[in-house]
């Protein structure tokens, strides 16, 4: 059996954000959103936000959320070639965000 | 870049989009802890057939649930030329939800795998300590070769099968008790009858040298034992776990015993002893008064007529025993309720009831049909997180705000899971409305 130890080191955090979206991002690329650039724009004013992708813009808001959420990474597994049964999994707690940016609404399309 | 009072993000995507990330909501207290330290882990415990549970720096345990949702969450964060970058799509968070994992059950099973049983003495230690060979916190090698054992309990076993922090699980161990055996590292389980006999013979000793009870030296104490002709082959580590045991700790090593703690475990060894029998209270009192030492005397033993219904839930048995009516049962949800002479005792002990607040009211329920809330809080209290024991040496006004405090909680798993109703006197009681 194994422990799983989840490590936070304030030195060590990064900045990351939290968009979500009722719908989905999408791209007719072969290789999906991996490597994509400049996909899409946001531009935020207080505790609104509008995201532009492409000829649709679609309105949000920044929220506070109710609770924390901390954004984990697993480190390596480091068992031995043998099956260690003993081996720990860790995780290293990368950023604690406490908003999110939330895109609820329809999108609209801009000429 | 910002404008002043806005912001401007431009989004790509990683390469390696979508990244290994996942997220966990963290409890304000949790993230207070985090930040307040600096540094530090959160180990998420248990053995692969348990749920998994997390245990905070205060002990608070919470299960791990994951909560799924329709939307997309994305994950940006800066690449090394400060551009932001989408790394993953979730749709799930892991969520923290309190619990109480069963940890005496766990301990008390992990303990149970020493061949030898629980420690009665040492010259009851026929087989010398052996090695577990390769013990990677699971199994070990049989010491001839001949296959694998559970590993026996060490630090490192009991860390990793118990679903507590260190400070609840030294507590248990207390409890139980099991020392650490300085030699080997391995905890024992303390035989219940070595036990008392172990602290018959701290009293005696105690009596015959004049020392305080207020004030027990272990180191003094064991040092006694070992150069009486009866007490050779004592373990200090026994001593000092059964001095710990049933005092409160007044120094390094001193201890000043509390004889309610000792009545309460000599209690609990009358019930176990008879299984599910009803005691009626004079041949409870009886049997506790037989086996309690003399030197220790508790008033609340010396008057067998403070022992009415109404009584037991406060006494020394709460938590442990209910009673019932031996003649009119109507009686037993009024004000004054049954006397002493008509009173039966009823072991329960909360140890074996289940710890999930709806679960453990089913279980009382079963047991008794009605309940009024003084009967019933003292076996819901632990879950509500009051510890009478841990409070000893609060004050006053420190204890009846935890008993407050754990008695709106206790009172609210009623409202949800019982239907109050009233006895004839116009008492309030609770039946079950779980199916």
């Not at chain 1, 309105?59 to 070639?81: C, E, M, Q, T």
């Not at chain 2, 609840?168 to 009858?193: K, N, S, Y």
């Amino acid at each position: 059996m194994s422990q799983i130890r989840i490590v936070y080191s304030k030195d060590g955090l990064r900045e990351f954000r939290l968009l979500e979206a009722q719908g989905s991002l999408e791209t007719d690329s072969d290789g999906g959103l991996c490597g994509q650039q400049e996909l899409a724009e946001i531009e935020r004013q207080g505790d609104k936000a509008v995201m532009q992708i492409g000829v649709h813009r679609v309105h949000g808001s920044v929220v506070k959320l109710k609770k924390p959420l901390a954004v984990l990474r697993r480190r390596p597994d480091s068992s031995s070639a043998g099956g260690d049964r003993d081996c720990d999994v860790q995780y290293d707690i990368e950023a604690v965000i406490t908003e999110k940016m939330l895109f609820k609404a329809r999108p609209d399309v801009v000429l | 870049m910002s404008d002043a009072g806005g912001e401007r993000l431009v989004l790509s995507a990683s390469v390696g989009f979508p990244e290994d990330y996942r997220l966990l909501e963290l409890t304000p207290e949790i993230l207070a802890q985090l930040e307040d330290a600096g540094a530090g882990a959160l180990v998420v415990r248990g053995r692969e057939t348990d749920t998994a549970v997390l245990v905070d720096r205060d002990d608070r345990a919470y299960q791990l649930h994951t909560a799924h949702t329709s939307n997309s969450m994305y994950l940006m964060a800066r690449d090394a030329e400060g551009r932001m970058e989408l790394r993953t799509k979730l749709h799930q968070t892991l969520e923290l939800q309190p619990t109480h994992p069963q940890i005496r059950a766990r301990v008390v099973e992990i303990l149970g795998r020493d061949p030898r049983g629980a420690f009665r003495g040492a010259e009851f230690e026929e087989e010398e300590e052996e090695e577990d060979h390769g013990c990677d916190g699971d199994v070990a090698m049989r010491p001839d070769g001949s296959g694998s054992v559970a590993c026996r309990a060490t630090d490192q076993v009991l860390a990793r099968h118990v679903q507590s922090g260190d400070r609840q699980l030294r507590r248990v161990l207390a409890e139980i008790p099991a020392f650490r055996h300085a030699a080997t590292g391995r905890w024992r389980a303390i035989d219940p009858g070595y036990c008392l006999e172990l602290l018959r013979l701290i009293l005696a000793t105690q009596v015959e040298r004049d020392w305080s009870l207020d004030a027990l030296d272990a180191q003094q104490v064991c040092a006694a034992l070992r150069s009486d002709a009866g007490g050779g082959g004592v373990l200090p580590e026994a001593v000092d776990a059964v001095l710990a045991r049933f005092s409160r700790s007044v120094g390094p090593g001193v201890y000043a015993i509390v004889g309610t703690r000792v009545a309460r475990y000599i209690a609990g060894q009358v019930f176990a002893a008879e299984g599910s029998r009803a005691w009626p209270v004079a041949d409870f009192l009886a049997a506790l008064r037989a086996t309690m030492p003399p030197q220790l005397q508790i008033d609340e033993l010396a008057d067998p007529d403070r022992w009415g219904s109404a009584h037991v839930p406060q006494s020394l048995v709460r938590g442990m025993a209910y009673a019932s009516a031996l003649v009119d049962s109507r009686l037993l949800h009024t004000a004054a309720g049954v006397p002493a002479a008509a009173t039966l005792l009823h072991p329960l002990a909360t140890s074996t009831l289940p710890n999930e607040p709806r679960a453990r009211l089913q279980r009382l329920f079963e047991a008794k049909a009605r309940w009024s809330a003084s009967e019933i809080r003292p076996f819901l209290e632990d879950l509500a997180g009051f510890d009478a024991e841990q409070l000893e040496d609060s004050d006053a006004q420190a204890r009846a705000a935890a008993a407050a405090a754990a008695a709106k909680t206790a009172d609210s798993w009623l409202l949800k899971f019982g239907r109050a109703v009233r006895s004839p006197d116009g008492e309030m009681v609770y039946a079950s409305r779980l199916s």
